[in-house]
């Protein structure tokens, strides 16, 4: 059973020794050689100092392609074209896989074809120098996003290559991302990675960690989102991360999208210890698109308008293609535009939205509950408590594929378009708080004239790829909410 403590150096380094052998590259990683690549690099390209500074919402994609010059041309282009200020390398399905020999065969057939045999960049095939290469030509700072549980090897490869920033968690990259993990192996896994970051951020090279805060994408409640950043963000800290950003992924209602943000904030400042400089990430819409890119457009021009109001540091975009899976380089750019026009044309305007302290104060209080229960679960010891409230579900993640997690918590729409709780299992919220969840989810029941029921949750999960926010039934208008 891991425990939350900080990895010695020596058990560190004995584990660095052993994955170098993994695949070939991890032998050309040499920590001290990296320290130096590190300082060489200017200001402009230190991930930490360019988003920490920012006195408004710094925009970012997502993006990876498998040959190293088509990666390049591609963020040079989203960068350029689409105005990014921070840009990704997302890596491919093989190498989150740990499969690296696939992922060799599918870099060397994309190097050979006019087509990409692989969704990503595989960057520990490209090996240390590659990643060099990338970070060397292109003017702002770059991010590794990925979706591995065990990101040990990539983490060294990437580290060591020059990026400055890692996404990802043992939680957040489990329970929405594989059956085969169990949690106490990824968290014993991040522990490595956070090390390492700690041991960079000791030598004057601080690294951005961030985890990922959408977890399953699918109308996750705020409160389980956010008590996951702690956790994560606590076992982080432990191991001497210093510069965290916490994750928070769009459900649709603007009130409790940017109730959830604040709260985000505000937690992660107060349980976070003061060496760490907290900031906070929002994720546009993550769950499916409508086909109609028009219609796509305007779902990421909510999310541009919440980006607006709730100011969080930095905003992961979509794009209108998101439907028919990657996009375009073109349709990519558009997407960081919408969302820059929104942005700039709405920071300004002191908006009052009704309601948003009242949620706010309801969000904290529940993740304060799941936090305490976590706590008292592994006796103050935060990373054997989250794997004993995983196994005893008084934590939950809804649409979980993990084995890790039970998956029995069930969100739905209230009248507003909130995310409630539908299906509390044996979610640890108190009394109060599911009675509220209930009398609103009570209310939407009473408006469309039918019982509370399992077709309210799945109506949810399909509302916006359809056009509208709540799952109504067909031919019911509603109110506001389900307006097209």
């Known amino acids: 059973m891991p425990r939350d403590t900080k990895l010695p150096a020596d058990e560190l380094q004995r584990a660095a020794n052993e994955l170098r052998d993994d695949w070939h590259t991890g032998r050309a990683v040499d920590f001290e050689e990296a320290v130096a690549f590190h300082e060489s690099l200017p200001k402009s390209k230190r991930f930490a100092p360019v988003l920490e500074s920012a006195d408004a919402p710094l925009l970012q994609p997502r993006a990876g392609v498998p040959c190293l010059e088509a990666q390049i041309d591609l963020l040079r282009y989203l960068q350029e074209e689409g105005g990014a200020d ?4 997302t890596i491919d399905s093989y190498t989150r896989d740990n499969q690296y020999e696939k992922a060799e065969e599918g870099l060397a057939a994309s190097r050979n074809s006019d087509s990409d045999e ?8 490209h090996g240390v120098e590659d990643c060099r290469r990338l970070v060397r030509a292109l003017d702002a700072p770059i991010e590794v996003r990925h979706g591995t549980p065990d990101a040990r090897l990539l983490a060294m490869v990437t580290l060591a290559g020059g990026f400055q920033s890692f996404e990802g968690g043992p939680i957040s990259y489990n329970i929405p991302y594989t ?4 949690l106490e192996t990824t968290i014993e896994h991040w522990q490595f990675v956070d090390r390492l970051c700690g041991a960079y951020t000791e030598r004057g090279v601080t690294i951005n960690r961030e985890p990922f805060g ?7 409640p705020p ?3 956010i008590a996951v950043m702690l956790i994560e963000g606590q076992l982080a800290a432990t191991q001497g991360v210093r510069s965290l950003t916490l994750g928070y992924g769009q459900v649709g209602n603007l009130v409790q999208d940017v109730a959830a943000l604040r709260a985000l904030r505000k937690l992660g400042e107060e349980y976070l210890p003061d060496p760490v400089t907290v900031t906070t990430v929002f994720h546009e819409w993550m769950g499916g698109f409508p086909p109609d890119e028009a219609r796509a457009n305007g779902v990421i021009s909510l999310g541009g308008a919440t980006a607006a109001v709730a100011k969080p540091d930095k905003v992961i975009t979509k794009s209108a293609q998101e439907f028919q899976g990657v996009p375009t380089k073109e349709a990519n750019a558009a997407g960081l535009r919408t969302t820059r026009q929104l942005i700039d044309m709405m920071i300004e305007q002191d908006i009052d939205l009704g309601g948003i302290d009242d949620e706010q104060r309801l969000i904290e209080r529940a993740t304060r509950a799941l936090i305490d229960a976590i706590e008292q679960a592994g006796d103050g010891d935060v990373a054997r408590g989250v794997v004993a409230a995983f196994d005893s579900g008084e934590m939950d993640v809804p649409f979980a594929p993990s084995d890790a997690a039970a998956g029995a918590v069930l969100p739905a729409r209230d009248d507003d378009g ?26 939407r029941a009473q408006t469309e004239g039918r019982d509370q029921s399992f077709r309210m949750v799945a109506d949810d999960v399909d509302a916006i790829s359809d056009g509208k926010l709540i799952g109504r039934p067909a031919g019911h208008r509603g109110g506001a909410s389900d307006a097209d």
Request: hydrophobic share 45%; charged share 25%.
């Open 86 to 89: 921070l840009l990704p390398t």
């Open 118 to 125: 692989l969704n990503g960049f595989p960057a520990v095939n």
């Open 179 to 182: 059956k085969r993990h169990d």
């Open 214 to 220: 959408p977890l399953t994408g699918t109308l996750v």
């Open 223 to 225: 409160c389980i989102a």
């Open 418 to 443: 909130r995310v409630r709780i539908f299906n509390f299992a044996d979610l640890a919220l108190p009394a109060d708080i599911k009675e509220i969840h209930k009398a609103k989810l009570g209310e």
